[in-house]
């Protein structure tokens, strides 16, 4: 194929992959040659083809599989989170908050306008940033930290991997894992480098590993780990610390998106002389999936290029929603509720848990708004079982990040929000389907 792709510059290499895509020559999941390989064959230097590989990515046209290569994306490159569309069947893969315990914002939304923000103002509410400022800094070891806001937890990653890497630089991710992290680092064109989770979090031979892959990033999930539900302890975060200590400056994202809904201490793999770091916490989970706004507590020097791509008037956060996430945040009827759905998440899901090791299936103690199953057969087959009896289940073979990977034998649940009768309905064809 790489006989077929031409151009010397950058923008001319992309501009052929892209034509050679739209006269149907390259078709979705067609492999494009490695970088090496389409310099040396076009006589160009590497990095010009590392920059017109990073073109296609940042226009979604292609996608790095990791070890697998750089393909021509899909519309549906990797699975997404939420109700499954055009469905009858019941659906317990949705990894959903529960809509009846988020707050409701009516009576904030009343007290939040006022004078308009223009052009050439902060773009981080002084409020919101001091709220913040004290919500993190509980968890964290190191003071010189400044606070940014971004469009959610998403954005916030994309925007650090951004800054910090180039194509083709690998990225530590958890294996298995959140499936937004596994579009978001193929859709920029990285490396995906995985590491292994256990119920303690991510292993410390697995982080050794990713180290000594040379990963540039790494993005962790402290506590309530999507899928496995899995929080660090105490000993495995200072085990992991220990091992970053000879890397200070690779980039260290903690994604704590269970935050105000975990019932787990915070166990932080950011060391005092970790250099560059990013402490990022969505509002989503416990205020509501369309609240698109998060904080990214980082190092000054990381907060300085996040700040370079949120200008007032174009990639700001709207004031009007940093002021209702404030208001939200700090008024008690609003705290009772967030406190009210930690308590339920964590009673329903463990009472559904009892029932699964009842009846055999092992079901360990984990956090988070799902529960990751361990199957004696195959996922799919067992989720192909569970349709025939009317459920839509998700399988872990959807949150690996080796396509090639042995089929997984687990799924993930999302059951907290099934009555009594539904959920010992749902045990008992779950432990028909893996007979």
């Known amino acids: 194929m790489s006989d077929q792709i031409t151009g010397t510059t950058a923008a001319d290499i992309a501009d052929s992959v892209r034509d050679l895509r739209d006269r149907g020559i390259l078709g979705v999941g067609s492999p494009l040659p490695p970088v090496r390989e389409l310099a040396s064959t076009l006589g160009v230097n590497r990095n010009t083809a590392v920059a017109a590989y990073r073109q296609l990515a940042q226009a979604g046209l292609v996608v790095s599989r990791g070890r697998a290569g750089t393909v021509i994306a899909g519309h549906e490159s990797v699975a997404q989170e939420g109700y499954a569309a055009d469905t009858v069947l019941r659906d317990v893969g949705t990894g959903n908050p529960d809509a009846r315990l988020i707050p409701d914002p009516s009576n904030a939304l009343a007290t939040v306008t006022g004078r308009p923000v223009l052009y050439g103002e902060p773009v981080i509410d002084r409020g919101l940033e001091a709220w913040a400022h004290d919500w993190v800094a509980r968890d964290l070891v190191v003071d010189d930290f400044r606070i940014t806001i971004t469009s959610g937890a998403v954005d916030a990653v994309e925007r650090l991997l951004a800054q910090a890497l180039m194509r083709d630089d690998a990225v530590a991710l958890e294996d298995p894992c959140f499936l937004a992290s596994i579009h ?252």
Not at 250 to 276: A, K, Q
Not at 406 to 430: G, I, Q
């Open 184 to 435: 978001t680092v193929r859709l920029g064109g990285y490396r995906a480098v995985p590491v292994p989770v256990d119920e303690q979090g991510m292993t410390v031979d697995g982080l050794r590993a990713a180290l000594d892959a040379g990963v540039r990033a790494i993005i962790c999930t402290p506590r309530a780990q999507n899928p496995t539900g899995a929080s660090l302890t105490a000993e495995r975060a200072a085990a992991l610390r220990a091992v970053l200590a000879d890397h200070p400056y690779v980039l260290l994202i903690e994604d704590d998106h269970f935050s105000m809904l975990s019932g787990r201490p915070y166990e932080s793999l950011i060391g005092p002389g970790h250099r560059r770091y990013a402490l990022v916490r969505s509002v989503s989970k416990f205020l509501g999936p369309d609240m698109c706004l998060a904080v990214a507590a980082t190092d000054p020097t990381t907060a300085e290029r996040l700040a370079m791509r949120l200008s007032p008037g174009t990639t700001w956060v709207s004031h009007l929603l940093q002021r209702l996430t404030l208001t939200q945040l700090t008024d008690p009827e609003a705290a009772a509720t967030i406190a009210a759905a930690r308590e339920h998440y964590a009673e329903r899901n463990e009472r559904f848990a009892e029932r699964l090791r009842d009846a055999g299936l092992d079901a360990p103690q984990t956090d988070g708004l799902s529960l990751w199953i361990a199957l004696p057969r195959p996922a799919r087959l067992v989720a192909e079982r569970l349709m025939r009896r009317g459920w839509l289940a998700r399988t872990g073979d959807e949150f690996a990040l080796d396509e090639r990977a042995a089929p997984s034998h687990h799924l993930r649940l999302t059951v907290h929000d099934l009555s009594d009768d539904d959920a010992a309905t749902l045990v008992t064809d779950l432990v028909a389907a893996t007979r």
